[in-house]
């Protein structure tokens, strides 16, 4: 195998590498589409070369096929050019300029070697070491379209996934149901249970977009309102006062205020009370959360307050009344 033999090979994998993660992309914008074609192009272009290379003839038709591959190849570098204005568009010409030497860098010192060794062999695999740059600057483009970095997603997803699931909270809880295995009259077994209906209902709000029935929630909510008694030892009373169910709502959102309720009793030696209630009060549902805890320094985060007035168009009001903390959330009544 000759030097150039083993060059084309290398720059043939990495275009094909390109084709083929470009194809495999859902949301196939303009710039990948001329990343896919410039690829292609190049691809025939160092087919072609490695042919002539290895089983050309070297007569006179050799010429012309020469000519359709420097012109295949020129027009593979244009396509480059328009991806690297396009991925610095809105940025001064600096920055234009910037992005043309960063693809194209690698022709000079392959036009250089070429003229020492008299050819034209080394433009096409250096063509493909800046199709490979523009696949990379696309890709960075693409994570930057979404507003994250690839690392910044990825550390977004593992914190509401940490947000839902509640680590810590399950963990303290297990340790309850634990202990709990030798105290008279104890359950670990409906605990258990009472745990995985818990973390079931964590799980499926993972897939819900929009809205679900109150009830569904309020399931979730005495199933954690059960595991935060064995938490607590059974101190702490919670009251349900429901008059009125029929409406939807984002999942978790009352749920995060009940567990922001005991929170607000926790440091309570005793008599810790949470209560939800809701009710049909003219044109809007009411729904409230009270606790008799010391005023909240943590108020319930703003972020959590953000799908109920985007989904449900709701009112928010938290306050501390003097006897404990009060959260009301009004959400305009449709009919179903």
């Known amino acids: 195998m000759t030097f150039y033999t083993g060059v084309y090979i290398i720059s043939v ?22 990343n896919i074609l410039s690829s292609a192009l190049l691809l025939v272009v160092m087919i072609i070369y490695f042919l002539l290379e290895n089983f050309g003839i070297h007569n006179s038709g050799d010429f ?8 295949l190849s020129f027009i593979s570098a244009v396509l480059m050019a328009i991806i690297s ?3 610095a568009s809105g940025k001064n010409s600096g920055a234009v300029l910037k992005k043309l030497c960063i693809v194209f860098i690698p022709i000079l010192p392959a036009f250089i070697f070429d003229i020492i060794n008299k050819g034209l062999f080394m433009i096409p695999p250096a063509l493909s070491l800046s199709a490979l740059t523009t696949y990379i600057l696309c890709s960075d483009k693409r994570y930057e379209k979404h507003g994250k970095t690839a690392k910044e997603m990825m550390a977004k997803g593992m914190w509401e996934y940490s947000e839902i699931m509640r680590p810590s909270f399950i963990s303290d809880t297990l340790r309850a149901i634990i202990n709990s295995f030798d105290e008279e009259g104890a359950e670990p077994s409906k605990a258990l249970e009472m745990l995985s209906g818990y973390l079931e209902c964590n799980l499926s709000s993972l897939e819900e977009e929009h809205t679900i029935p109150f009830t569904q929630e309020l399931k979730h909510i005495e199933q954690y309102a059960g595991l935060e008694k064995i938490n607590l030892k059974g101190n702490i009373t919670f009251t349900f006062d429901t008059a009125f169910l029929y409406f939807d709502l984002p999942p978790l959102s009352i749920e995060r205020l009940v567990e922001n309720a005991v929170n607000n009793v926790r440091s309570l030696e005793e008599n810790r009370t949470v209560k939800l209630s809701t009710l049909k009060k003219g044109g809007y549902i009411e729904i409230s959360v009270e606790d008799n805890g010391p005023k909240s320094i943590a108020k319930y985060p703003a972020k959590n307050l953000i799908p109920l007035k985007e989904e449900c168009n709701a009112l928010t009001d938290i306050r501390f009344t003097g006897k404990g903390n009060l959260s009301i959330i009004l959400i305009p009544f449709v009919r179903r």
Do not use: H, N, P, Q
Request: glycine letters at 0%.
């Open 13 to 34: 994998f990495v275009l094909l590498v390109i084709i083929i993660s470009c194809a495999a992309l859902k949301d196939r914008d303009i710039l990948t589409k001329f």
């Open 85 to 87: 204005v396009k991925l």
């Open 64 to 71: 012309a096929i020469y000519l359709i591959s420097w012109i």
